[in-house]
């Protein structure tokens, strides 16, 4: 019997090292689940963060094309301003200033 007991013991080692084995193959199997849980739900996020992102930039490029349409405009109109023939209508109609020898005629 003692060889009878042996062999049950032996026995009921190898079931109980059967048993746990599938146990870690379980907590391994669960473990690689979520991980890949975690690295889907990782993913996601990035992806939605990165669109927003993108939205963002384009809406920033528009507004600078849209600044820079008015600072070219500005510039344009700053120019005319500076040029002498403005300067000289702005002084004749506004300031009512003419050269010498000149004289003005207005309508009444």
Do not use: C, W
Request: net charge positive.
């Amino acid at each position: 019997m003692s060889d009878n007991q042996n062999n049950q013991k032996s026995q009921n080692k190898i079931i109980k090292k059967v048993k746990d084995l599938k146990t870690r193959d379980k907590i391994i199997v669960i473990s690689l689940i979520v991980f890949i849980l975690l690295g889907l739900i990782a993913l996601i996020y990035n992806i939605t963060l990165l669109v927003s992102t993108n939205n963002r930039n384009r809406q920033l490029q528009q507004q600078i094309y849209e600044i820079n349409r008015q600072i070219e405009g500005l510039q344009n109109e700053q120019d005319f301003r500076n040029s002498p023939e403005f300067i000289e209508d702005f002084a004749r109609r506004y300031l009512e200033m003419h050269r010498d020898g000149e004289s003005l005629f207005g309508g009444r």
